[in-house]
Each structure stands twice: as structure tokens, then as C-alpha cells.
């Protein structure tokens, strides 16, 4: 009776364990199976394959007047008034500067002088000339005497031509001891004061162009290409934006930089910037590469600097979700642009991708194409 009471227990024990093992094998297909009451919503995107991307790029320039002059004088000599100073405006034709000329001036008197001189000894030789003409025709004087006569008086206006000359290098050399605005600006720099001893070519001010001021940027070649000279751009400051129009594109490329320079020419106003000031152009550029849009929200961070986007591989109360590795070529303030192991038309999860495993099922409850989500450009 013992052995049968054991016989029983083992077999309780056994029937036991099996309830158990079909228990937990039916737990643990209800979990790797849920039904739909158990899938998790889900919201999707309709992939849109694109053939490129725009981007904006920033570059960085100097506002810079479109003169700039390094005034000085083209003769030596004792600097005897600086009429500015640094930052006054001066108009074109101004005088500026001016050097000792107390011995220029003695010299054109001298001149002056000299020319009187000759001119009247130039007269009497004419009428000398005159009278031996008439005397030689009633033969009263020799053909030799009105030679002589002739040559006098073309010896003297020769005199005459001369002294005239060295009046006009005086009246040059007087000019050149002045230092007169080339065109309407401001005073940056002043380099020399009175009293100096100057040389040639030596800056004594510097003055830049009032009113007309540029951006020289340097480009890539390829951005540059795509650029319309008379275009117009927004230019950006530290504090506001101004407008301006492409002027030129230098053709030769820069053999540090491999850039090629675009000169934008602002345009006028009362509240310019100052020469000097540094600037920014934001510039469109167009790349041509096959991918997709996707949110922001529908990427989750992978390995190796990867990223991965979950598809949705079937529809209704079978659709799982698949991870796919996707490689970011451009972020902007709401997408970024991919490409990878995607397909037009295929349907990706548009956020929550934290809360996703491969294979679990899901439940989409809306779907909308990727490319038509609205950007924002970070950099303007």
C-alpha cells in the first residue's frame, strides 16, 4: 500500500510539472506575439526618395570701403600744414596738406622776371628785324645784316620758349607741394605732422572712400560658379542685416585659400558699418545625392557613428517594425537627410523610436509623406 501511495504522489508531481511547462510556454507566446489589444501605437511616414539636398552655407568677409588711399607727396621737402586730422570728412578737391614752399615761389618770380626780360629784348629784335627787311629791298643793307637780324630774334623766342617752361615746372612743383582729396571721404590716419622733413611717396594721411563699401568674401570655386554677378544678398552684422548686390567675381582662384573672391557691393544708407567691420553671407548650395527626409524624432543612435530608422514591415494587426542602419548627410531644425537601407514608399516610425525593439509589433495611426515636413535653416 506504501509503493501505491508513492506511485500516486509521482504521478500528482508529474501532472504538476506540466500545468506548470504549458503555463509559462503559453505566457511565453502571448508575449512574443501580442495581439492587437497589445501592440504599441505607433505614428509613421511615408518615405519620398529625393535626388539632393540645399544647404546654406556661412562665409565671412571684412567690410572694407571701396577706396582706400595712402596719401603722401611726389616731392621732398619740410611739411608745412596738415589742415585734418583723423576722422574728419573732407570733399573731393580738398586741401589737405601743403609743404614749405617760401623758395618755389622766389623761383616762379625769378621766372616771371626772366620772361619779361626776353619778351621785351624780343620786340626790339623784331622791329630790328623789320627794318632790315625793308632796307635790304632798297639794298641799304647787306643780305648778311638781315640774316643776322633773323637769327636774333629767333634765338630769342627760343629764350623765351625756355623760360616759359621752367615757369611751368615751377607752377608743377607748386601743385606737387599740396596734398588735395581724390575723392570725398574720411580721414583714418595721419601720419605726419608739422615740420617734418618728407620724402617722396611717404604717407602723410590716409583716407578711405565716404559711402560706398564692399564685402570681399572668399568662395569655393564650385559655390561661385553657381553665383549670378548682379544678384542681390542679405548680408549679416553683429546687430542688424543689409543689403547688397554681387559687383564681381575675381576669376583667378587664391593659392592659400583655393578660394575665389566675390566682392558684394552694399548698398547706401545713413547707418552704414564701419570699414572694417566683420560680416557674414549665408549663401545657398545644392547637393546631388539620392536620399530621404526624415524627422528628427525618428532617428535612434546606432554604432560606429551610425543612426537607424524603424520600418514598419506589414500593415494591420501583423505590422512589426524593422531597424534599419541609416547614414545623416544634413541636419537642419527639424529633419536630417539620410541615406541607407531605405525604400520609396516604405513607412517608418516618425517618433517614439526609444520605446521600439526590432520585431515588435505595432499599431500606425497616421502617415504622412517625410519630404513635406516643413525646415527651418539653422544658420540664418
Known amino acids: 500500500m506504501t509503493r501505491s501511495m508513492g506511485l500516486v504522489a509521482a504521478a500528482l508531481a508529474t501532472a504538476a510539472l506540466a500545468f506548470v511547462f504549458t503555463l509559462g510556454s503559453a505566457e511565453v507566446e502571448a508575449t512574443a506575439r501580442p495581439d492587437d489589444a497589445t501592440a504599441l501605437p505607433v505614428?509613421?511616414?511615408?518615405?519620398?526618395?529625393?535626388?539632393?539636398?540645399?544647404?546654406?552655407?556661412?562665409h565671412a568677409g571684412r567690410i572694407q570701403s571701396r577706396r582706400a588711399s595712402a596719401l603722401g607727396f611726389e616731392r621732398p621737402g619740410r611739411l608745412d600744414r596738415v589742415l585734418v586730422d583723423e576722422g574728419d570728412r573732407v570733399e573731393a578737391?580738398?586741401?589737405?596738406?601743403?609743404?614749405?614752399?617760401?623758395?618755389?615761389?622766389?623761383?616762379?618770380?625769378?621766372?616771371?622776371?626772366?620772361?619779361?626780360?626776353?619778351?621785351?629784348?624780343?620786340?626790339?629784335?623784331?622791329?630790328?628785324?623789320?627794318?632790315?627787311?625793308?632796307?635790304?629791298?632798297?639794298?641799304?643793307?647787306?643780305?648778311?645784316?638781315?640774316?643776322?637780324?633773323?637769327?636774333?630774334?629767333?634765338?630769342?623766342?627760343?629764350?623765351?620758349?625756355?623760360?616759359?617752361?621752367?615757369?611751368?615746372?615751377?607752377?608743377?612743383?607748386?601743385?606737387?607741394?599740396?596734398?588735395?582729396?581724390?575723392?570725398a571721404g574720411s580721414i583714418t590716419a595721419r601720419e605726419a605732422d608739422e615740420g617734418t622733413?618728407?620724402?617722396?611717396?611717404?604717407?602723410?594721411?590716409?583716407?578711405?572712400?565716404?559711402?560706398?563699401?564692399?564685402?570681399?568674401?572668399?568662395?569655393?570655386?564650385?559655390?561661385?560658379?553657381?553665383?549670378?554677378?548682379?544678384?542681390?544678398?542679405?548680408?549679416?552684422?553683429?546687430?542688424?542685416?543689409?543689403?547688397?548686390?554681387l559687383a564681381a567675381l575675381v576669376d583667378a582662384v587664391e593659392d592659400d585659400t583655393r578660394t575665389r573672391t566675390a566682392i558684394f557691393r552694399v548698398d547706401p544708407g545713413d547707418d552704414l558699418p564701419a570699414d572694417g567691420t566683420i560680416a557674414r553671407i549665408s549663401l545657398p548650395r545644392r547637393i546631388e545625392t539620392e536620399g530621404f527626409w526624415l524627422p528628427l524624432?525618428?532617428?535612434?543612435?546606432?554604432?560606429?557613428?551610425?543612426?537607424?530608422?524603424?520600418?514598419?514591415?506589414?500593415?494591420?494587426?501583423?505590422?512589426?517594425?524593422?531597424?534599419?542602419?541609416v547614414e545623416v548627410l544634413h541636419?537642419?531644425?527639424?529633419?536630417?537627410?539620410?541615406?541607407?537601407?531605405?525604400?520609396?514608399?516604405?513607412?517608418?516610425?516618425s517618433s517614439g523610436v526609444h520605446r521600439l525593439v526590432p520585431g515588435q509589433h505595432v499599431a500606425p495611426v497616421s502617415s504622412t509623406p517625410a519630404a513635406a515636413a516643413p525646415t527651418t535653416d539653422p544658420s540664418r
Open 197 to 245: 622733413i618728407v620724402s617722396p611717396g611717404v604717407p602723410v594721411l590716409r583716407l578711405i572712400e565716404d559711402g560706398a563699401l564692399e564685402l570681399r568674401v572668399g568662395l569655393p570655386p564650385e559655390l561661385a560658379a553657381d553665383l549670378a554677378v548682379g544678384s542681390r544678398h542679405e548680408i549679416e552684422l553683429e546687430t542688424k542685416r543689409v543689403s547688397a548686390v
Open 331 to 349: 541636419v537642419d531644425a527639424s529633419r536630417a537627410f539620410v541615406r541607407g537601407t531605405l525604400a520609396d514608399g516604405e513607412r517608418i516610425v
Open 93 to 183: 578737391g580738398a586741401l589737405l596738406a601743403a609743404l614749405d614752399v617760401r623758395q618755389l615761389r622766389a623761383s616762379r618770380r625769378e621766372a616771371e622776371a626772366q620772361i619779361g626780360a626776353i619778351e621785351a629784348e624780343l620786340r626790339m629784335a623784331s622791329l630790328t628785324t623789320a627794318r632790315r627787311r625793308a632796307l635790304r629791298e632798297t639794298d641799304h643793307v647787306s643780305p648778311e645784316q638781315l640774316d643776322q637780324a633773323v637769327a636774333a630774334e629767333a634765338a630769342l623766342a627760343a629764350r623765351l620758349a625756355a623760360a616759359k617752361a621752367a615757369l611751368e615746372n615751377v607752377d608743377a612743383a607748386l601743385a606737387l607741394s599740396e596734398i588735395r582729396a581724390p575723392y
Open 43 to 58: 505614428e509613421t511616414t511615408v518615405l519620398e526618395r529625393v535626388r539632393g539636398y540645399e544647404l546654406r552655407e556661412t
Open 297 to 325: 524624432a525618428a532617428l535612434a543612435e546606432s554604432h560606429r557613428g551610425l543612426w537607424a530608422a524603424y520600418v514598419v514591415s506589414d500593415a494591420g494587426s501583423d505590422a512589426t517594425v524593422e531597424r534599419r542602419q
